[in-house]
């Protein structure tokens, strides 16, 4: 049996022997919100997508979460598993916990992949609106702060067309464990600035963002995009902060396109 000394949850989909993908997903979700990339990649690839700290079906800990504690959970997985050339895919929080895995050890992956996030840390205003928001939580419920926040990750146009679909991810949400939250709120706000770093990034890279993203805006991504040599910058229809799967297809066809352009 394998042992995880952080005990995170990994759900691994298809032939070790496969090149790997492993997908962080955002907050405040888990990797179920990768299931349409799952499902249309595991037949070719090693898909490896994992619950962070506290969400999802890991465990809470002591909620004392900081970036690099993101981080180091992720380099263990690599250690416990081993995938094969792995291939980096996070979005949002799974993106920062991407880009400062790539700052302390970028040569473990053979490729990038980063939807609706950016490099920068939260300004003062981000910290504290994180600040209000564990208020919020301590004073009101997780879930009157799940019910604030989730709506907004999403366009109004994927909300009324799929509402089922986005009310089971709010409910899964709403379960979350406050004092995971309030971690990783924590982490967030207390996390590096990694746009320096964006320039020395020397894997085939592919930066995806939904058209009406709110939260990491086509404009900050696209000039995150611009510092990272070689990169690939897609913009995603009709979709806002959770592209994977509000234009799953569209973001599934420009996955696969990028990794056979670079044969990964
Ligand atoms: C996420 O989707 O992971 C969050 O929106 C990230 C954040 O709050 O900065």
Redesign the pocket.
């Known amino acids: 049996m394998t042992i995880i000394k952080s005990n995170l949850e990994v759900f691994r989909s298809g032939s070790p022997n496969n090149r790997a993908i492993i997908f962080i997903h955002?907050?405040p979700y888990d990797h179920l919100m990768w299931n349409h990339q799952v499902n249309e990649f595991m037949n070719d690839y090693y898909c490896i997508a994992y619950d962070v700290r506290g969400l999802g079906e890991s465990p809470v800990g002591d909620g004392q979460y900081t970036m690099e504690l993101f981080v180091d959970d992720l380099f263990e997985i690599l250690d416990v598993y081993k995938p094969f050339h792995p291939v980096l895919c996070g979005?949002?929080?799974?993106g920062y916990i991407a880009l400062r895995a790539m700052e302390r050890f970028g040569e473990k992956f053979s490729g990038l992949i980063l939807c609706d996030t950016k490099p920068q840390a939260d300004t003062n205003e981000g910290k504290i609106k994180r600040a209000l928001g564990i208020k919020m939580i301590n004073e009101e419920g997780v879930e009157k702060f799940v019910s604030d926040f989730v709506p907004n990750?999403f366009g109004e146009n994927f909300r009324k067309k799929n509402f089922a679909e986005y009310n089971t991810i709010l409910q899964r949400s709403l379960n979350s464990n406050p004092t995971a939250v309030k971690g990783c709120l924590l982490a967030?706000a207390g996390r590096t600035d990694t746009t320096e770093s964006l320039s020395s990034i020397r894997i085939p890279s592919m930066v995806i963002c939904g058209e009406h993203d709110a939260?990491s805006t086509p404009q900050v991504m696209k000039e995150m995009a611009s510092r990272i040599p070689g990169s690939r910058f897609v913009l995603v229809p009709t979709s806002g902060?959770m592209s994977p799967i509000e234009n799953h297809d569209f973001v599934n066809k420009m996955i696969r396109n990028f990794l056979a352009a670079y044969n990964l």
């Open positions: 955002g907050f979005l949002s929080m799974g990750c967030m939260l902060h």
